[in-house]
């Protein structure tokens, strides 16, 4: 059987969008997601499921578009996924749900991402609200009770907001910054992911009575011991934000940005938007960024947007690269450049300070390491100049050690990150956690996952 050519999503011409912090892809129209949705095959032993981490009945969903019943549609949706307008824009979806798809074998895919986004957009514009009628009023009443509090409004402290909220536990959900959303608001730009899309789907939690305290750095504002006695179960889904450094010559000049500083500016502080918003931003008019994974392309592109003239460096080959594919294509079609096998090793300033050049080498691919792939190795003396007056690091991030410190006895594994069972118990029983600050930098929904996981967790030993 001849399969039928994907519907590929409607977008702002690159042209116009490296001019702006709109979002790129626009999504389906009704007729378009139609379409797309009858290439569905509905297999009777659907694969896709197995591909997306939290088990979306993805043939399920895509059927109720195809009747034309959008409303089912969204709430099959959404018993499975508390953010599918997030997760539609964002999932991997190559290398999960897609990736796992019959059609991937014979042409393209379904695009279920898409799917998934155009429905969850469509409740939103039209005020379609999901009711939660798994749980009965005693239960909700017995658990009301029950005190838990939640660190870090990340996806996954938001999804354990949303699956002990509805079932009538109350939720004080502490947050560090003054917006809730974890990399959702500070990391990933408004050209991905609309902040307003982020905030409805927040806002939503709201209704199921979590109650959100911002500005709340737990270990430095509030003690984790008060937290403790306080709370009958606490989880950790602090994430892994702090930046690592690549540490050579010339780091202190000005012009050399983690991307953590760089993507937080930009986005939490809207500096793209200066002067209308206090915060500022510095960009020359050459930009590198080092490193390949989704932060060092969501950076390039800010930085593109901001006027500069943007290059890539990555260590490996493109092929190696972790970020999503579409970001590497759309950062390509907007004109980034990409220079692989390559690393900085120096940072070269002026008599002012200010960053001039960078010394890079040339790598080339050895013996596989322990994520299976090739390691990059020197070539020695192949050193070479790049003129450059700002330079982004998005090197990778590691878990805050410092809060982690203040919790007695807690188990962490030799990078940092807390070590949990499957339903993200920690070495202190009351305590769960999950997410980046469990698996290391990870994904939107493998986080959401685990917050699934550690909701189930938190309730059995609540009500054992
Ligand atoms: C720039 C960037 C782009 C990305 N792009 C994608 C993508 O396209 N697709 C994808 O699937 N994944 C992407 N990721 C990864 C994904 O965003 C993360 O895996 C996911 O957000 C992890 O969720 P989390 O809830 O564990 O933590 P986070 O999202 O990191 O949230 C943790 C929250 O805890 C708060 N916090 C930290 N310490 C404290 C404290 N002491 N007290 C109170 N609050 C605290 C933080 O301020 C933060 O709000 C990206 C990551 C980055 C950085
Ligand atoms: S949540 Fe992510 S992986 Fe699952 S179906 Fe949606 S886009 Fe695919």
Known sequence: MAVRDRIEVLEQPAEQRKNNFNEVALG?????????????????VPTCISGCPVGIDIPGFIREIVKENLEGSFKILKSYNYLPAICGRVCPQEVQCEGACVLSKVGKPINIGALERFVADWASENNVQFENTEYSKEIIIK????????????PAGLTVASELGKRGYQIDIYEALHEFGGVLIYGIPEFRLPKSIVKKEIFDLEKLGVNFLKNIPVGYAIPVHEILEDYDAVFVGV????????????SELNGVYSANEFL????????????????????GKKAVVVGGGNT????????????????IVYRRTEAEMPARKAEIHHAKEEGIKILTLATPVKYVGDENGNLIAIECVRMELGEP???????????????????????????GTEANKFLLSQFPDLKTNKYG???????????????????????????????MGAGKSAAQGIQKFLED
């Open 417 to 447: 990150y807390i070590i949990t069972n499957e339903y993200g118990q920690t070495s202190i029983p009351k305590v769960f956690a999950g997410g980046d600050i469990v698996t290391g930098s990870a994904t939107v929904i493998l986080a």
């Open 369 to 395: 390491d322990e994520s299976g792939r090739r390691r990059p190795v020197f070539v020695n003396g192949s050193n070479f100049i790049i003129e450059a007056d700002t330079v982004i690091e998005a090197i």
């Open 28 to 44: 389906y129209n009704y007729d378009m997601a139609k379409e797309e949705a009858k290439r569905c095959l509905q297999c009777k």
């Open 239 to 250: 994430g892994a934000g702090t930046p690592k450094f690549m540490g050579i010559p010339g």
């Open 143 to 154: 658990n009301n009770k029950k005190r838990v509090a939640i660190i870090g409004s990340g």
């Open 264 to 283: 937080t500016r930009v986005n939490l502080m809207r500096a793209y938007k200066f002067p209308e918003y206090d915060t500022p931003i510095r960009v």
């Open 296 to 311: 060092a392309m969501d950076a390039a592109r800010s930085a593109l947007r901001l006027g500069a003239d943007v290059t």
